[in-house]
């Protein structure tokens, strides 16, 4: 054995964990280059820093300037530097720069998106920690990095932790969520703006944002049409619209599926309308997809197709008639047949009898019928259907005539 040399395994000594030499040295990169991103971002490159390791120290660095203290925003202990985002002022021309730096880190270094994305957190669930013009640096930063589709930054990680309850109730979320809708909207659109929300889980509770006290659909148009954001009121009450229009057809739908008395769907259907404030015309359409989507068509039996949705006419026609008050409701009736059997094949041929179907049951007006077929505007399969109508057409001149 003399002589034998034995191999001794060299233990991994970790170093011991020193952030803050490296805030420092990152700060004295800056200092260095004077707050010039281009500069600072080769000398980071070239530099040894351990980002793997101090990635959430980095971005405490490039948005406050230099170190915070654990699970808080103060400043730590350390070397700082003037050229962070919150130092600086709140413009999106100013802090687009930040963002483009950050984006050319990211590419050399994508882990870093992770630790980026645990600051932001970090410090949107500690609003009420910075001043109001910070918040606003870090609103229009947060617009601007969407906008810039910086590195995959996920919605949902980022915005949900605005959500905080005492957040909320101090109206600090509300504000900055209006200064992040109105920078993002200067160079990118409402469905834009809409799919980032969808991603962060937020398109449906928009008004989860207000104060309690402020959180209905009224306090939310008057807040952003007073900010000028017109846009996202409009969608908003499109939103609300359709959600009611669908709760009224279930509710119809329902109603008719049971066979319900026709006076009491009469009744459901102007409650909706008048707790909705529905127009006239989407009642009408509604109406009609609903009976026509009640009946149990068959896949080829035409006769059994044409008996089914003439009965279903005959049955609802007072319902129809209710609402079909006016000749402009009339000709949306047709309108609303004609595309229904312009779409749907097997009822192709049924457009002529179900139009005399509802003139029998007084649903359409002899003036209505034939300023459709006259002057009527949607070209879907019109020439095809105002063949099949000509003979009606002709009686119901032919009787005019008479007269």
């Known amino acids: 054995m003399?002589?034998?040399?034995?191999?001794?395994?060299?233990?991994?000594?970790?170093?011991?964990?020193?952030?803050?030499?490296?805030?420092?040295?990152?700060?004295?990169?800056?200092?260095?280059?004077?707050?010039?991103?281009?500069?600072?971002?080769?000398?980071?490159?070239?530099?040894?820093?351990?980002?793997?390791?101090?990635?959430?120290?980095?971005?405490?660095?490039?948005?406050?300037?230099?170190?915070?203290?654990?699970?808080?925003?103060?400043?730590?202990?350390?070397?700082?530097?003037?050229?962070?985002?919150?130092?600086?002022?709140?413009?999106?021309?100013?802090?687009?720069?930040?963002?483009?730096?950050i984006q050319k880190i990211l590419r050399r270094k994508p882990f870093l998106i992770k630790n980026l994305e645990n600051v932001m957190q970090r410090f949107l669930q500690s609003l009420e920690l910075f001043e109001e013009n910070e918040r606003k640096k870090l609103a229009i930063f947060t617009a601007l990095a969407f906008s810039q589709k910086l590195s995959g930054l996920p919605p949902e990680t980022v915005l949900q932790p605005l959500l905080k309850d005492n957040?909320?109730?101090?109206?600090?979320?509300?504000?900055?969520?209006?200064?992040?809708?109105?920078?993002?909207?200067?160079?990118?659109?409402?469905?834009?703006?809409?799919?980032?929300?969808?991603?962060?889980?937020?398109?449906?509770?928009?008004?989860?944002?207000?104060p309690s006290a402020?959180?209905?659909?009224?306090?939310?148009?008057?807040?952003?049409?007073?900010?000028?954001?017109?846009?996202?009121?409009?969608?908003?009450?499109?939103?609300?619209?359709?959600?009611?229009?669908?709760?009224?057809?279930?509710?119809v739908t329902t109603q008719i599926s049971e066979e319900t008395d026709i006076s009491e769907v009469i009744e459901t259907v102007k409650q909706h309308v008048k707790d909705a404030k529905l127009p006239d015309v989407e009642v009408v359409r509604m109406l009609w997809d609903v009976l026509m989507d009640a009946v149990q068509w068959s896949g080829k039996n035409q006769q059994q197709n044409s008996n089914a949705a003439l009965r279903q006419v005959k049955v609802w026609a007072k319902l129809l008639n209710t609402f079909c008050t006016s000749g402009k409701l009339e000709l949306e009736l047709i309108y609303k047949v004609q595309m229904q059997c312009y779409e749907d094949a097997k009822l192709m041929k049924l457009f002529p009898e179900i139009i005399r179907s509802l003139y029998d049951q007084d649903v359409l007006a002899e003036d209505t019928i034939l300023h459709w077929f006259r002057k009527g505007t949607n070209p879907k399969g019109r020439q095809t259907f105002v063949k099949a109508l000509e003979p009606f057409v002709n009686w119901l001149e032919e009787a005019e005539e008479e007269e």
């Open 167 to 210: 957040l909320v109730a101090k109206g600090l979320v509300l504000s900055f969520v209006t200064d992040f809708f109105k920078e993002y909207l200067v160079d990118n659109s409402v469905e834009d703006l809409i799919s980032i929300l969808k991603r962060g889980k937020m398109e449906d509770n928009l008004l989860d944002f207000f």
């Open 214 to 251: 402020k959180r209905s659909a009224e306090g939310f148009a008057e807040h952003f049409t007073k900010e000028g954001l017109t846009s996202l009121v409009e969608y908003n009450e499109k939103k609300i619209f359709e959600v009611k229009l669908k709760e009224m057809k279930s509710a």
């Open 2 to 101: 003399s002589g034998t040399r034995i191999k001794t395994r060299k233990r991994n000594i970790a170093a011991p964990l020193d952030p803050a030499a490296f805030a420092d040295a990152v700060v004295q990169i800056y200092l260095d280059n004077a707050g010039d991103l281009e500069l600072v971002c080769k000398n980071l490159e070239s530099s040894d820093l351990n980002f793997s390791r101090y990635g959430d120290t980095f971005f405490e660095v490039v948005f406050t300037g230099g170190r915070t203290q654990p699970g808080t925003i103060k400043p730590d202990e350390g070397e700082r530097h003037p050229y962070s985002i919150i130092d600086c002022e709140p413009k999106r021309e100013v802090i687009l720069p930040s963002v483009i730096y």
